[in-house]
């Protein structure tokens, strides 16, 4: 089954100097329900903006979104997002931050409450879950942010550079939590993961989407991750199979990345 | 902590210096003959009279007077303000649309508004309150409408994205992010509710601390002028303080 569907797909933005900035130009893709889709490109190749298409958060300029078949008319309400800056309520505790989802869809509050205390001991953070966002670590911040998309079962996951902000350990670690959020459980969710790290990309996908160099970016090419699951991300990106992979997807990602560099050197002349 | 504690002593102790210095100044220099008694009054005269208003009990009716006009002013000015902050913010049309008006009505002196307020709600306590209104009404408005304007735009998306609507958006994002440019300035606005309530009592009231500084200064008793500013003052400061411990509560989440 077809979780997620653009058909030729583009979106543009008036600058503010009154031109049109193409971001994504005539986009199609189809991704299977389950899979674990990782989107990398050079920076300003527009993966947010695809994301953000994907997610309702701004309508196409042309072509159509469909998530589980069903034509997109306004925010997808089959898929959760979490952002890349931190989107945490800061007035809320961690505990009124993870039930949000549930009382905004009407959840009583004692049964909110105690799913959420489920979650939030399932990200490891029950000693934290009245503290308020702001007293916490970065890393525990996603973890939140984590518990906060998964509770509400939402069968799409976007993800904008999740992590991007953390420090290299405390980064490999949520990814390995994340893998494990997804194992877990008998339903797969359809996660759509947004990085301009390769590594973490092969690390966690089945799938790696390579995304050209903008304006106008499109689909460059897709690579099939046959890695054996479960991974340990430890150990993971010292094998063979890995280092094989890294280097095919990055010879075409390469040229992508010097194209933008170029770009923005003219830009900036 | 302890660093932190040091300071906050120092402060304290630094504030009642300057206090200290100031009336200190103010008692010799009228002592030395340096300012003449009848302009500039005297301390000591001045406690003795809030003194005697305060043993004597008379001042508490003025001032009770004078706290219900400015409370009603806070109350009413605050809720429409933010509700029309609210409403504008959220409808950038009718925003633009009423923006010069509201500029225009701002930069009316409220002074020139009192003898028509006196005329249309009479010599009582409703004149002052509409007074009051028109001062806090302003401040409330410009700093809700900010408030939400100024919602981080990450957070408003990720709680659509968790399903809110858009009442649901006002009530969990749009009014706590609101919130701290209100309490913010609710500290100039109960300021501003207590000048519209005793401009008010000033220009034309039977009771009320403005109206206990009207009728001295009508019998060039400028003792009695400095105690009722003293009384305003203290008032206003309580006030403050009660406000602060509020704002730290409610803003608690705050690093």
């Given at each position: ?161 999740p992590f991007s902000a953390l420090d290299v350990h405390t980064r490999q670690l949520m990814e ?94 | ?189 109960l300021g501003f509710a207590m000048v519209g309530a005793v401009v008010g009592e000033y220009l ?52």
């Amino acid at each position: 089954m077809i979780a997620l569907e653009l058909d030729r797909v583009s979106r543009e933005y008036q600058t503010p100097a009154g031109n049109a900035y193409r971001a994504i130009a005539d986009i199609s893709l189809q991704i299977s329900a389950g899979s674990f889709v990782a989107v990398v490109g050079p920076s300003g190749c527009g993966k947010s903006t695809l994301l953000n298409v994907a997610a309702g958060l701004q309508p196409p300029t042309s072509g159509v979104v469909r998530a589980e078949g069903r034509e997109l008319n306004g925010l997808n309400r089959r898929a959760t997002y979490m952002f890349q800056q931190d989107a945490l309520l800061p007035w809320k505790s961690v505990l009124d931050n993870v039930a949000l989802g549930l009382t905004l869809a009407g959840h009583p509050r004692v049964s909110a409450h105690a799913r959420a205390d489920e979650w939030i001991a399932r990200v490891g953070l029950s000693a934290f879950r009245s503290h308020y966002p702001s007293q916490l670590s970065g890393g525990m911040r996603k973890r939140v942010a984590m518990a906060q998309n998964w509770i509400i079962d939402r069968p799409i996951v976007l993800m904008d550079e999740p992590f991007s902000a953390l420090d290299v350990h405390t980064r490999q670690l949520m990814e390995t939590e994340l893998l494990s959020l997804w194992d877990e459980g008998t339903a797969r969710r359809t996660v759509v993961f947004v990085t301009h790290d390769l590594e973490e990309a092969i690390a966690l996908a089945d799938e790696v989407i390579v995304l050209s160099a903008g304006p106008a970016s499109g689909v460059v090419a897709r690579y099939p991750v046959p890695l054996e699951r479960p991974r340990d991300l430890m150990e993971l990106r010292t094998t063979t199979a890995f280092v094989e992979l890294y280097k095919s997807i990055w010879s075409v990602l390469r040229e992508e990345v010097v194209k933008s560099q170029q770009g923005e050197a003219v830009r900036a002349r | 902590m302890r660093a932190e504690g040091v300071t906050r002593a120092s402060v304290r102790a630094w504030q009642l210096a300057v206090g200290v210095a100031f009336v200190a100044a103010w008692q010799a220099g009228v002592s030395f003959r340096l300012l003449d008694p009848f302009f500039f009054s005297r301390p000591s005269d001045i406690a003795a009279r809030v003194g005697t208003w305060v043993s004597n009990g008379s001042i508490w009716r003025h001032l009770a007077v004078t706290l219900e006009e400015s409370l009603l002013g806070l109350l009413i000015g605050s809720a429409i303000g933010i509700a029309l902050g609210f409403g504008l913010a959220r409808s950038p049309f009718a925003a633009r649309v009423l923006d010069p008006y509201i500029t225009m009505l701002n930069a009316v002196p409220r002074v020139v508004l009192a003898p028509l307020f006196l005329l249309w709600f009479g010599l009582g306590i409703w004149s002052k309150v509409a007074l009051s209104v028109t001062l806090v009404f302003f401040v409330m408005f410009f700093n809700t409408y900010q408030g939400v304007r100024d919602a981080d735009r990450v957070i408003v998306d990720n709680v659509r994205m968790l399903g809110a609507t858009e009442r649901q958006l006002m009530r969990h994002v749009l009014f706590p992010s609101a919130l701290t440019w209100i309490f913010s300035s609710l500290h100039t606005s109960l300021g501003f509710a207590m000048v519209g309530a005793v401009v008010g009592e000033y220009l034309g009231a039977a009771r009320g601390l403005g109206y206990v500084i009207a009728q001295a200064e009508g019998t060039f008793d400028t003792t009695g002028v400095f105690a009722g500013m003293t009384v305003l003052s203290a008032v206003v400061a309580i006030v403050g303080a009660g406000v602060t411990r509020l704002e730290r509560y409610l803003l608690r989440w705050k690093a």
